[in-house]
């Protein structure tokens, strides 16, 4: 449609005077998917570890902790960024540059002798969160409309299959070699999938070489989200009072603001403003908020229903056992994220959200209802991951297509960390529901506080139908 975001990415794909770039193949794309599927390993591995490395690295719990809340904070910080130098030096040679830094800091994770020492290698592996706007930016740049939002899809998937991988293999690793491994051996696949990625895919042209970097919006907006960040997981680590919580907010918000102030006013701003007020934007960042807080409220209440005693409501099972009962949604998740962007070519974006939001308030809201039996629960936590997979993924493949060439990394890595996001305020929201339903006599959530949660991570897929009402057909395959 003329006039739209999407007509623009359509009619000038790249800067004026630009080289047309080269198409690329199934290798290549197939070399991307190989190294997401590394970096999706590489980001899970520590989670199963943790007592492992408790003992190991002589650390407590608060310390294993902060392992994972590193890589958090700087992927937060540093995807934007990548986001940005993608677009304007090219996909090609930014990806590069961080794959150098995760390689690293795997290295440096897996010969740390003690907590310090990992916790730099965590900082440095961080900067695999900035992955995937960068790939989003080659399959953009390198083929057809069409075969790009399947390439995403599949790319977005092959990350997500990692973090699975990670989980399996993460205590194997640590046990049979030793807790080394469990950084090494993702990594050594990094560098090799990294190097075919060099010799597969061409240079993609730069766009915008001839201006000026906004430095002091890079700044801010990274001072932004490190507060954000921070202020999020001292929150949800709870016991702040609500007088500090207030200075947490008026913190962030005073950042936001500044930032804002100065993007307005910088000749080229690191994040184009009127991008962010296009529908195609907005309402994107809005859903992927709330899927990822679904998302993560199931991952936080599912696994503590099946682990509580089967005294009445709960079933009392042990780790093992329910880890293989959340594989099925780990399967769909992957499955939905593959197939993501072929719903989005034939249905459209604003049809694949729809039926995903529908499809989880449903099995949401019945879930809260009947919960007696553990398959209901494999069920509905499978059924709403392949839902808010499936409507990621469109998400991010519409998205892509639908601003300016010159801001499909920029624009897809916001939604990347807004997703992060989704999940801390998730995750806590659900953590507190849980909290204030304990029963004094058993120490235990009660039944009441797990149907509060299924109902109100319900209502939130409910209310997200609100926004995608609003979703443009600018958004639309």
Do not use: C
């Amino acid at each position: 449609m003329k006039g739209t975001l999407m007509s623009v990415a359509l009619d000038s794909p790249v800067p004026l005077g630009s080289p047309s770039p080269a198409r690329i193949g199934g290798p290549a794309i197939g070399a991307l998917g190989v190294l997401a599927l590394a970096l999706g390993t590489l980001q899970t591995v520590v989670d199963p570890a943790r007592p492992l490395l408790e003992r190991e690295l002589g650390i407590d719990s608060a310390g294993a902790a902060l392992i994972v809340s590193t890589l958090l904070i700087t992927g937060a910080i540093v995807a934007p960024i990548a986001g940005k130098l993608g677009d304007r030096y090219g996909g090609k040679r930014v990806l590069l540059v961080l794959m150098a830094l995760v390689s690293t800091g795997g290295l440096v994770s897996s010969l740390a002798p003690n907590l310090p020492v990992l916790l730099v290698g965590q900082m440095l592996q961080g900067a695999m969160v900035g992955a995937l706007p960068l790939s989003f930016i080659l399959v953009r740049k390198h083929l057809p409309r069409g075969q790009t939002q399947v390439a995403i899809g599949v790319v977005s998937a092959l990350f997500t299959a990692g973090g699975a991988i990670g989980t399996l293999v993460a205590g194997p690793l640590a046990e049979g070699l030793s807790w080394h491994w469990i950084f090494a051996a993702p990594t050594i696949v990094i560098i090799a999938a990294t190097a075919v990625v060099l010799w597969l895919m061409p240079n993609d042209p730069p766009s915008e070489q001839d201006t000026a970097i906004d430095w002091l919006g890079v700044a801010l907006l990274s001072a932004t989200l490190l507060a954000l960040m921070l202020g999020l997981l001292m929150v949800t680590d709870g016991g702040m009072p609500p007088l500090a919580v207030g200075g947490v907010v008026l913190v962030v918000a005073g950042l936001a603001a500044a930032w804002v102030a100065v993007e307005r006013r910088a000749a080229s701003p690191m994040v184009e403003l009127r991008m962010l007020a296009a529908p195609a934007m907005w309402s994107a960042s809005v859903l992927t908020v709330a899927i990822a807080a679904t998302s993560a409220m199931l991952q936080t209440l599912v696994p503590k229903m099946f682990g509580v005693s089967g005294d009445g409501y709960g079933f009392g099972l042990g780790t093992t056992e329910i880890g293989l009962l959340m594989m099925p949604a780990t399967i769909a998740g992957v499955v939905a994220g593959s197939v993501g962007g072929l719903a989005v070519q034939r249905y459209g974006a604003r049809a694949v959200v729809t039926a995903g939001a529908v499809v989880t308030a449903g099995a949401l809201l019945a879930l809260a209802l009947l919960h007696d039996a553990s398959w209901q629960l494999v069920v509905v936590r499978a059924l709403a991951a392949f839902a808010g997979s499936l409507a990621t993924t469109a998400l991010l493949a519409s998205t892509a297509v639908a601003v300016a060439a010159k801001d499909t990394g920029i624009a897809t890595s916001l939604l990347v960390v807004i997703r992060l996001v989704g999940a801390v305020v998730g995750g806590q929201v659900a953590g507190s529901v849980l909290a204030a339903g304990i029963d004094p006599a058993s120490g235990q959530p009660a039944e009441s506080a797990f149907v509060t949660g299924f109902v109100v991570a319900g209502l939130i897929a409910v209310l997200s139908l609100l926004v995608v009402r609003h979703m443009k057909k600018g958004t639309e395959a």
